[in-house]
């Protein structure tokens, strides 16, 4: 469901309704008040079309994201915009624009719907998995390191590599940096 059970239901005001009525209004006038009858019907639509589309853009996360939603939140299916565009037949400009800067509120906390949607990668068996678990891989090897002699983001590489994660030194420091981990001398402690 939309958050907005708060606010005040749209409409338009009985009195311009039935000011188009009134015989004893001249034409001009009755003809501004219809247009602006009209701009406010069509933003009232406007509005819950965007209300139908959040939900429908969230009811397809779900049906995509069936694990995480069951409470395994370190899996997230490889899912990209284009994905619910698809499955919602809508452009892929609308569901970004609706999925922008909006977030979703579940059993395990706030969170922003650009959170579901991530890349994949494949693997050397030919499985393609979510860049979302090779940030947890990533962040787990970070978390475990003797903070005394940190792993740079080459060993990082091999570490990541050996279980399984064919990742180049480049990608490991991007990842890094979108879980805004610093770099290993900043890491370190004395």
Same mark, same amino acid.
């Given at each position: 469901?939309?958050?907005d059970n708060g606010l005040p239901e749209l409409r338009i005001s009985k009195l311009y309704q039935d000011q188009v009525q009134d015989v004893n209004l001249d034409s001009k006038t009755k003809t501004f008040i219809k247009n602006k009858i009209d701009s406010a019907n069509w933003f009232i639509e406007a509005v819950n079309q965007r209300r139908l589309t959040m939900v429908n853009v969230m009811r397809s996360i779900i049906e995509f994201q069936p694990e995480w939603f069951s409470g395994d939140m370190d899996f997230l299916r490889p899912l990209k915009l284009q994905d619910i565009a698809e499955k919602i037949d809508m452009d892929i400009s609308t569901?970004?624009? =609706?999925?922008?800067?909006?977030?979703? #509120?579940?059993?395990y906390g706030i969170y922003e719907l650009k959170?579901?949607?991530?890349?994949?990668?494949t693997l050397n068996d030919g499985k393609e998995i979510s860049t979302y678990r090779v940030k947890l891989a990533l962040r787990?090897?970070?978390?475990? #390191?003797?903070?005394?002699?940190p792993f740079s983001d080459e060993e990082l590489k091999d570490k990541l590599i050996k279980r399984g994660y064919?990742?180049?030194?480049?990608?490991? =420091?991007?990842?890094? #940096?979108?879980?805004?981990l610093p770099v290993a001398r900043l890491r370190k402690e004395l």
């Amino acid at each position: 469901t939309t958050n907005d059970n708060g606010l005040p239901e749209l409409r338009i005001s009985k009195l311009y309704q039935d000011q188009v009525q009134d015989v004893n209004l001249d034409s001009k006038t009755k003809t501004f008040i219809k247009n602006k009858i009209d701009s406010a019907n069509w933003f009232i639509e406007a509005v819950n079309q965007r209300r139908l589309t959040m939900v429908n853009v969230m009811r397809s996360i779900i049906e995509f994201q069936p694990e995480w939603f069951s409470g395994d939140m370190d899996f997230l299916r490889p899912l990209k915009l284009q994905d619910i565009a698809e499955k919602i037949d809508m452009d892929i400009s609308t569901i970004s624009r =609706a999925t922008s800067g909006k977030y979703v #509120e579940t059993p395990y906390g706030i969170y922003e719907l650009k959170h579901y949607f991530n890349n994949s990668i494949t693997l050397n068996d030919g499985k393609e998995i979510s860049t979302y678990r090779v940030k947890l891989a990533l962040r787990q090897l970070i978390k475990d #390191e003797d903070k005394h002699n940190p792993f740079s983001d080459e060993e990082l590489k091999d570490k990541l590599i050996k279980r399984g994660y064919p990742v180049a030194r480049r990608t490991v =420091a991007k990842y890094r #940096e979108q879980l805004k981990l610093p770099v290993a001398r900043l890491r370190k402690e004395l």
